[in-house]
C-alpha cells in the first residue's frame, strides 16, 4: 500500500487519521508542525501528504512540497472557519489547491470521505485528480 505524511498540530487527527489509514494497509508518518515534515518530506518517499492548513507555515509547506516533489498528491484539510459568520474573508481550503493540494477535507473528519480521497489521490492514472 502507499506511503502517506500526514502533518496536524492536533494529536488527535494525526491518531484518528494515522488509525483510519493502517487499518486499509497503509504506512503512516506523523508530523505537528510545517518544518518538521518538510524535513521528514525531503527525506523520505511517500505516496500521499495530507496537511492542515490552519496550522503556522502549513501553505508554504505545501507550496515547497508541490515544488520539491510535484507528482506527490496533497490533500489540505482544516476544521476551522476561515472568518467569523457572515464575515467574507479568502478561501484557505480553496488556496491551497492553488498551491498544489489536488484536493481537499472539512474537518471533522468522516472515515468515509477520508479514504475515498486517498483512494483517489492514489489510483494510478490520477496525476490530475481535483477534487473539492
Do not use: W
Amino acid at each position: 500500500m502507499a506511503s502517506i505524511l500526514i502533518v496536524d498540530d492536533d494529536k488527535v487527527v494525526q491518531i484518528f487519521t494515522k488509525l483510519m489509514l493502517e487499518r486499509e494497509g497503509h504506512s503512516v508518518t506523523c508530523a505537528s508542525d510545517g518544518p518538521r515534515a518538510r524535513h521528514i518530506f525531503r527525506n523520505a518517499d511517500f505516496d500521499l501528504l495530507i496537511i492542515d492548513i490552519f496550522m503556522m507555515d502549513a501553505l508554504e509547506t505545501i507550496k515547497l512540497a508541490h515544488q520539491y516533489r510535484p507528482e506527490i498528491p496533497i490533500i489540505g484539510m482544516s476544521g476551522r472557519a476561515a472568518s467569523p459568520a457572515g464575515v467574507p474573508a479568502p478561501d484557505f481550503l480553496a488556496m491551497s489547491t492553488k498551491l498544489g493540494a489536488v484536493c481537499r477535507l472539512q474537518k471533522p473528519l468522516k472515515s468515509a470521505v477520508l479514504l475515498a480521497h486517498v483512494d483517489q489521490c492514489l489510483a494510478p492514472g490520477n496525476g490530475s485528480f481535483r477534487l473539492h
